[in-house]
């Protein structure tokens, strides 16, 4: 079974600057998938990003990355120049590459605010 | 469509009273998944069908909640006598195929509120 952990309930950023979130891990599976969701308060779930386990390059998109350690069992997602727009709940989640039936597990979210 | 649609937005049971949740996948997506979002924003995997076929159900509980996805219809997720732990959103997603998440994403609805007084 794989967990999927996210250590800061909340966090708060200054717009503009940078601010990552963290995310680990535990699978017993060699090849996966990684995402970054984000959930503003409408509800909608919205995929920020999403990695490829086999890949070594970290993925981007735009002012979002992310530095993905498989060793370490890391996918921490650097958001760069908040923007007001950036508030919401983010949740990391993992697939395996076979065997989808539940197709994603969620870490519990991180409730970030983008102070003006 | 184009999109996850999941009827209806919000929905209000007295303790005991059947709750019904609608959900209308993509057209041309096999793969539905059933998610319960408690209060404390967690995320469960209830339930996954591959067109009107049960996939993956180890998340259901074994009493009270049950699904389908009949031919031609929205798919459903049906809780008898809720109770009130059982408020929550739920979420519908869907997918082409298992193996397309490499090229695109899953899908998701806007969510059903269920409340539960």
């Known amino acids: 079974a794989q967990t999927v952990t996210q250590s800061q309930p909340e966090m708060s950023v200054q717009e503009a600057e940078t601010v990552t979130l963290s995310c680990t891990y535990d699978t017993s599976e060699s090849n996966y998938y990684l995402f970054w969701y984000k959930q503003p308060p409408s509800r909608q779930m919205i995929l920020v990003i999403r990695q490829e386990a086999y890949k070594q390059q970290n993925a981007t998109e735009n002012r979002f990355s992310v530095n993905f350690q498989k060793a370490a069992k890391s996918f921490s997602l650097k958001i760069s120049d908040s923007q007001l727009g950036d508030t919401a709940m983010y949740f990391c989640?993992?697939?395996?590459?076979?065997?989808?039936?539940?197709?994603?597990?969620f870490g519990g979210g991180t409730r970030l605010m983008v102070k003006p | 469509g184009e999109e996850v649609a999941q009827t209806p937005k919000h929905l209000v049971r007295g303790e005991g009273q059947k709750a019904k949740l609608y959900c209308a996948p993509i057209k041309g997506h096999s793969y539905v998944f059933w998610y319960q979002q408690v209060l404390k924003n967690e995320f469960k995997f209830l339930i996954s069908f591959q067109n009107e076929n049960v996939f993956d159900e180890t998340g259901m509980p074994k009493e009270r909640f049950s699904a389908k996805c009949l031919p031609n219809s929205p798919c459903s997720l049906e809780i008898q006598a809720t109770k009130l732990e059982d408020s929550a959103v739920y979420f519908c997603a869907s997918i082409r195929g298992i193996f397309s998440i490499a090229n695109s994403p899953l899908h998701f609805g806007n969510g059903t509120r269920l409340t539960v007084t």
């Open positions: 989640a993992f697939t395996p590459f076979n065997n989808a039936g539940n197709m994603l597990t």
